[in-house]
């Protein structure tokens, strides 16, 4: 069996996010010891709205998905962010701490003069403690946590990093930030092409498929860039939100587009661990960032 077997406490400390109840984590505990550690998935989206899921009072909206995963799994309703902002918000999850404790009380930004943060080198994250239990941790999508060494994804626990390391993209199809790439792949700098939405979704499948092969348990995060500005989605996906709503505006067409453009992916992601077998022994969260009262679906099949 890959890894060791922790208490129930450790494990709560390395999900960092203080959510799980005793009943859970026990059978946590109970999978290990019987050999079937399970893998983790932590699917974080940014400033999704408080409303915007159908299963959540949206009627021009369609998010099957993420709609799934709250039916049929834990719906927390009153899951409250330490920080309404991107920054601090991934800092908590990560640490299990106050964003502040570990010097990110705000965002941090290319701009020294309008930045708001820098992570302690010193903290140890989530992918850290999960290592320790033999966990292969990786990170793809929206890191925004530091955006050189050393602070950067592989150098904070993560096996493997694909993404983007600054605050927000200004185009999702050009993936820049003031004329700077920050796009990744471990340590490299590249230049993919496509949406960024569908660039993490099909990322995130193909760890899915190679970590299927090993032995060993896996942890995913997923920080995806969005429904974050600019509202950019693809324009296949806007006629169709225009055709089925009528009267809807441009704007508000927009902005449904790019929530079900990235619902959509979720799927895609949930089904990769369907084809793989993997789907029965993976815990799936879903948590929003940046709109201060959050919800988080917290779905677990052990």
């Not at 999900?15 to 109840?21: E, N, Q, S």
């Not at 009627?59 to 309703?77: E, I, Y």
């Not at 903290?123 to 320790?132: A, Q, S």
Request: hydrophobic share 35%; proline share 6%; with cysteine.
């Amino acid at each position: 069996m890959p890894g060791k077997v922790v208490s129930r406490r450790d494990f709560c400390k390395k999900l960092g996010i203080g959510i799980l109840t005793l009943g859970t984590v026990s059978k946590l505990a109970l999978a290990q010891k019987n050999g079937r550690i399970p893998n983790i998935i932590t699917i974080l989206v940014d400033d999704l709205g408080y409303g915007d899921l159908s299963s959540y009072g949206a009627t021009d909206l369609q998010t099957p998905n993420m709609d799934s995963l709250m039916k049929t799994g834990m719906r927390f309703n009153n899951f409250y962010a330490n920080c309404p902002v991107c920054s601090p918000t991934r800092a908590g999850l990560l640490s299990g701490r106050y964003p502040d404790v570990v010097g990110v009380p705000g965002v941090i930004r290319t701009r020294a003069s309008n930045s708001w943060g820098y992570l302690n080198p010193e903290t140890i994250l989530l992918p850290g403690m999960l290592k320790r239990a033999g966990y292969y941790t990786g990170i793809i999508g929206k890191w925004h946590l530091g955006l050189d060494s050393p602070n950067t994804p592989t150098e904070k626990g993560f096996d493997y990093f694909y993404g983007f390391l600054g605050d927000m993209m200004d185009d999702y199809y050009t993936h820049r930030r003031q004329g700077i790439n920050y796009m990744r792949r471990n340590r490299e700098t590249i230049n993919p092409e496509g949406h960024a939405t569908d660039l993490f979704t099909n990322e995130a499948v193909k760890y899915i498929q190679e970590r299927s092969k090993s032995k060993a348990p896996f942890f995913l995060y997923l920080p995806y860039n969005a429904p974050h500005a600019p509202i950019q989605p693809p324009d296949e996906w806007l006629e169709k939100v225009k055709k089925r709503e009528s009267g809807i505006s441009e704007e508000r067409a927009k902005m449904v587009a790019l929530i079900e453009h990235l619902d959509h992916g979720i799927g895609e992601v949930v089904q990769a661990l369907k084809n793989t077998g993997t789907y029965e022994n993976t815990l799936l969260l879903l948590s929003p960032s940046g709109n201060g009262r959050k919800t988080l679906a917290f779905r677990r099949r052990l």
